[in-house]
């Protein structure tokens, strides 16, 4: 069951923004919190790129400046998916050089082997094991063969003085998904959905865990 907090949060625009920047702060602040799962990555005018869960566009714009392009040129190779109305409204006016779709993570309206590069945002955490399971495959499905899937997302901290923390959070603004969710293996679920050269990162006392998988270069699954 959400929280009271959790429905404010995502009602009311300035209240998530809030909380995302001090949830941030341990990592040295929301601009490095948006990048950290895009360390070392450089796209051309070619490069297909989905956001997925986007939320408002907060880590899409970080995305669009990946590209070599301004600012402000239109239809930038990058593409936000999220399944709620509000959220989509909302990233279409914050960061309107990106195309934008309301769909389901587990049901992509895309094309397979479309995408070179797969990013989402603390999302996963909100997901249901089976659910999430099928979004991984979903994203191994629309990327193209040897595309990269990232994602930054919590984890049980590896510092035990940063579970009191992130317990509260969890208490005030997530669901029972976001407990499974940190029991959960996650380089092994993507290496059983056909991922392979996983690679996991932890940071702020392991609370916060960065994870890439790449498609198998030999085609589909």
């Known amino acids: 069951m959400a929280t009271i907090l959790r429905d404010l949060s995502y009602r009311h625009q300035w209240l998530y923004d809030s909380i995302s920047r001090l949830a941030a ?71 309107p050089q990106a195309t934008f779709v309301e769909a389901w993570a587990e049901d992509m309206p895309f094309p397979d082997a479309q995408f070179d590069f797969v990013h989402t945002s603390a999302a996963l955490h909100e997901m249901q094991p089976d659910q999430l399971r099928q979004i991984l495959k979903e994203c191994y499905r629309v990327l193209k063969p040897g595309g990269i899937f990232a994602a930054i997302d919590v984890h049980k901290p590896t510092n035990p003085l940063y579970m009191p923390g992130l317990a509260v959070f969890f208490w005030l603004f997530e669901t029972e998904t976001a407990w499974q969710f940190i029991q959960t293996d996650l380089p092994q679920l993507l290496s059983e959905v056909g991922f392979q050269t996983v690679t996991q990162t932890l940071h702020a006392g392991g609370s916060l865990q960065v994870l890439r998988g790449v498609k198998r270069g030999g085609g589909s699954e």
Do not use: H, W, Y
């Not at 360390?39 to 997925?52: I, M, N």
């Open 25 to 95: 702060v341990a990592v040295g602040g929301e601009g490095r919190f948006r990048q950290l799962a895009l360390a070392g990555l450089t796209f051309d005018k070619s490069t297909q790129v989905l956001d997925l869960c986007c939320g408002s566009g907060q880590t899409t714009r970080f995305l669009l400046e990946r590209f070599p392009q301004s600012a402000d040129e239109q239809a930038l190779p990058v593409t936000g998916l999220d399944a709620s109305p509000l959220s989509i409204r909302r990233a279409q006016q914050n960061v």
